[in-house]
C-alpha cells in the first residue's frame, strides 16, 4: 500500500520543475511518517537535478535539508512521537551492519548508505527527497530537533550545518584554534557561525568584500578578498584549518601556504573538476589536505543540540512554490551566489 504526496519534480535533467504526485509507503512497525513543513534547496541539489555528477535518477523529487512534524509513527516506534519536531538529512538508511555504520559514522557506509533523493532503497524503489508535502522514513534515520530552533531555520542544518560542524569538531575548532572560512554561502556562513560558537578565531576569505558586513555580523574576526593580491602574503603561515566551501576551481597552493604548521584544509564543497596542487606545498609545513562528508546520525542530532544550545539557525529566505518558477529562478540565484544564505521552500505552498 502507498499514499500519494503533493510534491515538486524535475522529470529530465536540467528540466523545470512541476507540480504533481508521488507515492509514499505505507507506515511500517519502525517507520516515522513525517509531514514536512520546510525543505531547504541545497547547492547539491542543483548538481544533480541538472546531471553535472554523473548519471541521475529521474523523475527527480530533490530535497535532503527536512524539517516538520510526526504525524503517525509504527507500532514498535520508540524515538520518536506524534508531534514532535524533526528532521531528515542527506540519507534514509544504510546498512547498520559495517564498520562504520556500528562507530555512528553511516555517511561512510561500505555498502553504501540510501540518499535521500536520487538513490534507491536496498529493497530497490527509488527514494524521492523534501519538495514534497510527506516522507515516510525509518525511526533511526530521523533527527530531533530542539525546541530552540524555528523549523524554517533548522531545515539547512541537516546538510549545511552537519557538512561545516563535523570538520570543525573533527579536526579540534575552538579556544586558541585560528580557522578560514572559504566561501561565504550557505555552507560557508553556518561555518562562520559554528566555527565562532565553538570559540575559534574566524577568518573569512570570499572573492570579494561584498558580504563582509554580513560574515562580520554572523561571527568572523576578520574578513579578506581572494581577489586582492596582497590577501595570500598577507595571511602566509596563519591558519590550523580551512574548511573550504567553495565548489569551483582554485589555487590550491596559495590556501596550502596559510596553513601553519601541521595546518589542515578539508574540502567539504564538491568541484565537478579534479584539482590540482603541488606536493611542495604540503611538504614545506608538513600540511594536510582532506576531505569530510556530512555527518553521521549521532553527530548531527550533536550538532542540532549545540545550535539550539548557542541559538544558531541558517539565515534563509523562504520560498513561496505556488508558481513552480520561483525554484527554477532560485536554482538560478545559488548558482550565481546571489542568496543570503540558504533558499527554504514553504511546503505548504506546494
Known sequence: MTTTVPALVARTAGAAFERTTIERRDVGAHDVQIDIAFAGICHSDIHQAREEWGSAIFPMVPGHEIAGIVTEVGAEVTKHKVGDRVGIGCFVDSCRECENCLAGEEQFCVKGNVPTYNGREYTGEDTYGGYSK??????????????????????PLLCAGITTYSPLKHWGAGPGKKVAVVGMGGLGHMAVKIAHAL????????QTLSKKEDGLKLGADHYYASSDPSTFKDLRSTFDLIINTISADMDIDAYARTLRLNGTMVFVGLPEKPQSFSAGSLIMGRRSLAGSNIGGIRETQEMLDFCAEHHIGAEIEVLDASDTTTIDEAYERVVGSKVRYRFVIDTATI
Open 134 to 155: 510527506q516522507i515516510v522514513a525509518d525511526e533511526n534515520y530521523v533527527l530531533s530537533i530542539p525546541e530552540g530552533i524555528a523549523l524554517d531555520e533548522a531545515a
Open 199 to 206: 570559540g575559534a578565531e574566524v577568518t573569512v576569505i570570499s
